[in-house]
């Protein structure tokens, strides 16, 4: 997961600079008064996603799979843990009838 958060961190830095090119060369218009620097990040962070989306589909299932494993196996010791909690109800209540 951290793997996929620093590639989508460097595919927006990425984006940032190039927006940053377009900006002060001119292609793109600046922001209003002081807001050039925001405008920069907003258009950054609106570009970036598609391309991380398409760009970084094959790291981003790996990351789901990871953490999917993740839930099972959380899923496999609570019900363990119920199991254990059951067997020894059951034989506190056996022991206690006789």
């Known amino acids: 997961m951290l793997r996929y958060t620093l590639m989508r ?7 940032l600079v190039v927006v940053w090119g377009l ?14 620097g925001m405008w920069m990040v907003l258009l950054s962070m609106v570009i ?3 391309i991380s989306f398409v760009v970084l589909r094959k790291e981003r299932d790996r990351a789901s799979e990871r953490i ?4 099972d196996r959380a899923k496999a010791n609570l019900d363990a843990n119920r199991n ?5 109800d059951d034989t506190a209540r056996a022991q206690g009838a006789s």
């Open 23 to 36: 900006v002060y060369s001119g292609v793109v218009p600046r922001g209003l008064g002081s807001s050039n």
């Open 9 to 15: 961190l460097g595919v927006f830095a990425g984006c």
């Open 84 to 88: 254990q909690e059951d067997l020894a």
């Open 68 to 71: 999917v494993q993740r839930v």
């Open 48 to 50: 970036s996603a598609p």
